[in-house]
Each structure stands twice: as structure tokens, then as C-alpha cells.
């Protein structure tokens, strides 16, 4: 059976900028290793595999090595796909059912609108060798059931000595894992 498959650049209007999403719309059930195959194949940082229900979309995401509990951008992927290839309506909300709870997106003057969990973190502590290879010491680390970490600081850590173990989106917030 062939199956579609859109490549999204979110967050841009402009080809090759944004975060590439990869988006499969299925019209029947796949299992799991079907899924994390075509992840894979596609290798891109999330693909997001949706499949109509009465109430909305199952959306699940898949990175080339496992399936994670929440990702931004190949949500907003998905909703894009969904409005422009004409799958919903665009005075329709999307109402998407993942493992983090239900999700939703509108149309809101142009631009496509969020709606995700907050989830509280809980205190952690940090790895002696993150704080070593950022060489700060954190005022504040935590993590919850959707991210496997993240740290605040008074100092710009050395990024150049983390290696990979951050994923970082700004000067004093980063994501790792521990």
C-alpha cells in the first residue's frame, strides 16, 4: 500500500529554513515497527504519524531512533498538512490525541495556535559532569514526564564544552538528559 508523506520547514515561510517535520497522514492503522521504519528511512528529527478518529486525529511522533512524548513543531507540521491539503476545515479546530493528553491548533489571524500541556517539573539534580562541561553551577534544575531535564543559571555556560549533551534554545536554558 503506498503511503504520502509531506515535508514541512516549520516555523518559516521560506524553503530549507524553519524545523523540518516530516507528516504521514495514514488511512489505516500501523503498528509501532512500521512506524519507527519509516522515521528512520526519513530521518528527520520527528516525523508525526496521524490517523483520523470520530473526535479529531491519534498523532504520534517518532525520531529516527524511538517515539517521544511531545514535539511543538511536527505538531504544527501536522496541523499545516491537515488546512492545506484540505483534511479539515480551516474554521476548525484540530484536536490531536497523543500520549501527552489532547493537543489542539486553530487559525488565528494567519497563524496556526498551540494549545499543549503544562506540565510542572519536579526538582533534580544535574549530572557533576553537566555542570562540569557547562561550567556554571545551576541555581535551579528540574525535569517532568516530558523532558528529561533542564537547568537555570546566573552565568552563560561554555557551550562549546557540552558536546552533545544539550539540546539548547537559549543563553541560560537547555534540555539534556539525566
Not at 38 to 66: C, I, K, Q, Y
Request: proline share 5%; charged share 25%.
Amino acid at each position: 500500500m503506498a503511503q504520502w508523506v509531506t515535508l514541512v520547514d516549520a516555523f518559516t515561510d521560506a524553503l530549507f529554513r524553519g524545523n523540518p517535520a516530516v507528516v504521514c497522514i495514514m488511512e489505516a492503522f500501523r503498528d509501532d515497527r512500521w512506524m519507527q521504519d519509516v522515521a528512520r528511512e526519513m530521518n528527520h528529527s520527528e516525523t508525526a504519524f496521524l490517523l483520523r478518529r470520530d473526535d479529531g486525529f491519534s498523532l504520534r511522533w517518532f525520531t529516527p531512533e524511538t517515539e517521544v512524548e511531545l514535539c511543538g513543531h511536527a505538531t504544527l507540521a501536522s496541523a499545516h498538512v491537515l488546512w492545506e491539503d484540505e483534511l479539515l476545515p480551516r474554521s476548525e479546530t484540530a484536536r490531536f490525541h497523543t500520549r501527552s493528553g489532547l493537543l489542539t491548533a486553530h487559525l488565528q489571524d494567519g497563524w496556526i495556535e498551540l494549545d499543549f500541556p503544562a506540565v510542572p517539573e519536579q526538582h533534580a539534580i544535574a549530572p557533576r559532569e553537566l555542570t562540569a562541561a557547562l561550567g556554571v553551577i545551576p541555581v535551579h534544575t528540574g525535569k517532568n514526564r516530558l523532558t528529561t531535564g533542564w537547568w537555570r543559571s546566573n552565568r552563560r555556560p561554555c557551550f562549546a564544552r557540552c558536546g552533545r549533551i544539550l539540546r539548547c534554545s537559549g543563553p541560560s536554558r537547555c534540555a539534556g538528559s539525566w
